[in-house]
């Protein structure tokens, strides 16, 4: 069963930045697409980020092209979120997700197609 545990959440003043991790464990399959999503206060989930752990193009959600880079590390078995230029509407709760699939940079995966999730991190930012 594979386990995610996210960190590096936490408030921040706008233009600030903060980097969210995502250590992974217990993995059933040797690739996975990985993906961050957002959840604020009275809105539905959103995805922001993914990447294949096979390689290949990444895919950012227009609200966060050019501020925020996802990357992993394989030799620590961990998923980032590095984000830059932060804004108020990108306060949320951090999740992160894995899908035992492929996906691509050119779409984001459907949230229904994670089976794997951690149990999110605050992000708050201040005006």
């Known amino acids: 069963q594979m386990k995610l545990v996210e960190s590096g959440g936490g408030s921040v003043q706008a233009g600030g930045s903060l980097r969210l991790s995502c250590a992974a464990s217990g993995y059933t399959y040797s690739t996975y697409c990985m993906g961050w999503f957002r959840q604020a206060p009275g809105k539905e989930r959103e995805g922001v980020a993914a990447?294949?752990?096979?390689?290949?193009?990444?895919y950012y959600a227009d609200s966060v092209k050019g501020r925020f880079t996802i990357s992993q590390d394989n030799a620590k078995n961990t998923l980032s979120l590095q984000m830059n230029s932060l804004k108020p509407e990108d306060t949320a709760v951090y999740y992160c997700?894995?899908?035992?699939?492929?996906?691509?940079?050119?779409?984001?995966?459907?949230?229904?197609?994670?089976?794997?999730w951690g149990q999110g991190t605050q992000v708050t930012v201040s005006s």
């Open positions: 990447l294949f752990t096979g390689g290949g193009s990444t």
């Open positions: 997700a894995a899908a035992a699939t492929y996906c691509s940079g050119n779409y984001m995966l459907p949230k229904g197609d994670f089976r794997y």
